[in-house]
Protein backbone atom coordinates (compact mmCIF):
# COMPACT_ATOMS: atom_id res chain seq x y z
CA UNK A 1 0.00 0.00 0.00
CA UNK A 2 2.92 2.61 0.14
CA UNK A 3 2.65 4.81 -2.76
CA UNK A 4 5.53 6.52 -4.27
CA UNK A 5 5.47 10.09 -5.95
CA UNK A 6 8.15 12.17 -7.83
CA UNK A 7 8.33 15.70 -8.89
CA UNK A 8 10.29 18.32 -9.90
CA UNK A 9 10.97 16.99 -13.26
CA UNK A 10 11.23 19.62 -16.75
CA UNK A 11 13.02 21.39 -19.29
CA UNK A 12 15.83 23.64 -18.99
CA UNK A 13 19.04 25.29 -20.69
CA UNK A 14 22.41 24.06 -20.44
CA UNK A 15 23.73 25.25 -16.89
CA UNK A 16 20.43 25.57 -15.10
CA UNK A 17 19.56 23.82 -12.09
CA UNK A 18 16.47 21.80 -11.41
CA UNK A 19 15.07 19.80 -7.82
CA UNK A 20 13.44 16.72 -7.80
CA UNK A 21 11.39 15.61 -4.73
CA UNK A 22 10.29 11.61 -4.03
CA UNK A 23 7.92 11.13 -1.15
CA UNK A 24 6.45 8.15 0.16
CA UNK A 25 2.92 7.76 1.19
CA UNK A 26 0.56 4.98 2.82
CA UNK A 27 0.85 3.54 5.86
CA UNK A 28 3.28 3.47 8.99
CA UNK A 29 6.93 2.44 7.58
CA UNK A 30 10.66 2.53 7.61
CA UNK A 31 12.88 3.91 4.89
CA UNK A 32 16.41 2.95 4.92
CA UNK A 33 18.33 3.55 1.33
CA UNK A 34 17.12 6.09 -1.01
CA UNK A 35 18.26 6.69 -4.69
CA UNK A 36 17.61 8.45 -7.77
CA UNK A 37 18.67 6.59 -11.09
CA UNK A 38 17.91 7.34 -14.49
CA UNK A 39 17.30 5.93 -18.19
CA UNK A 40 18.10 8.00 -21.14
CA UNK A 41 16.39 6.68 -24.71
CA UNK A 42 18.02 3.21 -26.22
CA UNK A 43 20.11 2.99 -22.35
CA UNK A 44 20.05 0.96 -19.77
CA UNK A 45 18.71 2.52 -16.44
CA UNK A 46 21.68 3.82 -14.55
CA UNK A 47 22.47 5.00 -10.71
CA UNK A 48 23.04 8.47 -10.04
CA UNK A 49 23.28 9.29 -6.53
CA UNK A 50 22.62 7.13 -3.48
CA UNK A 51 21.91 8.07 0.37
CA UNK A 52 22.21 5.75 3.28
CA UNK A 53 20.18 5.99 6.62
CA UNK A 54 22.99 7.68 7.95
CA UNK A 55 23.12 10.21 5.36
CA UNK A 56 26.52 8.29 3.58
CA UNK A 57 25.54 9.04 -0.42
CA UNK A 58 27.60 7.95 -2.88
CA UNK A 59 27.13 9.12 -6.87
CA UNK A 60 27.89 8.01 -10.43
CA UNK A 61 31.18 10.08 -11.37
CA UNK A 62 29.45 11.74 -14.30
CA UNK A 63 27.38 13.88 -11.58
CA UNK A 64 29.88 14.11 -9.28
CA UNK A 65 30.21 17.72 -7.72
CA UNK A 66 27.23 18.66 -9.71
CA UNK A 67 24.38 17.00 -8.19
CA UNK A 68 23.72 16.44 -4.50
CA UNK A 69 21.34 14.00 -3.22
CA UNK A 70 19.82 14.58 0.72
CA UNK A 71 16.46 13.26 3.02
CA UNK A 72 14.01 14.53 5.64
CA UNK A 73 13.54 11.83 7.38
CA UNK A 74 10.45 13.51 8.83
CA UNK A 75 8.51 13.84 5.91
CA UNK A 76 9.81 10.13 4.39
CA UNK A 77 11.31 12.32 1.07
CA UNK A 78 14.58 12.34 -1.09
CA UNK A 79 15.64 15.12 -3.04
CA UNK A 80 18.27 15.64 -5.53
CA UNK A 81 19.87 18.73 -6.19
CA UNK A 82 20.92 19.39 -9.74
CA UNK A 83 23.12 22.13 -11.09
CA UNK A 84 25.25 22.68 -14.13
CA UNK A 85 22.86 20.85 -15.91
CA UNK A 86 24.45 19.81 -19.41
CA UNK A 87 22.52 17.85 -22.19
CA UNK A 88 23.88 14.11 -21.58
CA UNK A 89 21.89 14.99 -18.39
CA UNK A 90 18.49 14.19 -20.39
CA UNK A 91 16.66 10.96 -18.83
CA UNK A 92 13.99 10.04 -17.07
CA UNK A 93 14.51 10.19 -13.21
CA UNK A 94 13.62 7.49 -10.82
CA UNK A 95 13.39 7.68 -7.26
CA UNK A 96 14.04 4.14 -5.50
CA UNK A 97 13.22 4.03 -1.72
CA UNK A 98 13.68 0.92 0.43
CA UNK A 99 10.62 0.42 2.69
CA UNK A 100 9.81 -1.65 5.66
CA UNK A 101 6.11 -1.33 6.62
CA UNK A 102 5.34 -1.30 10.58
CA UNK A 103 5.97 -5.42 12.00
CA UNK A 104 7.19 -6.02 9.02
CA UNK A 105 10.47 -8.62 8.80
CA UNK A 106 11.84 -7.58 4.97
CA UNK A 107 12.76 -4.74 2.86
CA UNK A 108 11.56 -4.36 -0.85
CA UNK A 109 12.85 -1.44 -3.06
CA UNK A 110 9.53 1.28 -4.01
CA UNK A 111 9.74 3.51 -7.13
CA UNK A 112 8.79 6.35 -7.94
CA UNK A 113 6.72 6.61 -11.58
CA UNK A 114 9.70 8.18 -13.49
CA UNK A 115 10.08 12.25 -14.06
CA UNK A 116 11.44 13.41 -17.63
CA UNK A 117 14.30 16.12 -17.15
CA UNK A 118 15.34 17.41 -20.30
CA UNK A 119 18.62 19.71 -21.04
CA UNK A 120 18.85 21.82 -23.72
CA UNK A 121 22.13 23.11 -25.71
Known amino acids: QVQVVESGGGSVQAGGSLRLSCAAFGGVFSINTMGWYRQAPGKERELVAAITSSGSTNYAESVKGRFTISRDNAKNTVYLQMNSLKPEDTAVYYC???????????????WGQGTQVTVSS
Open 96 to 110: MLNVRVLLGSTWSPR
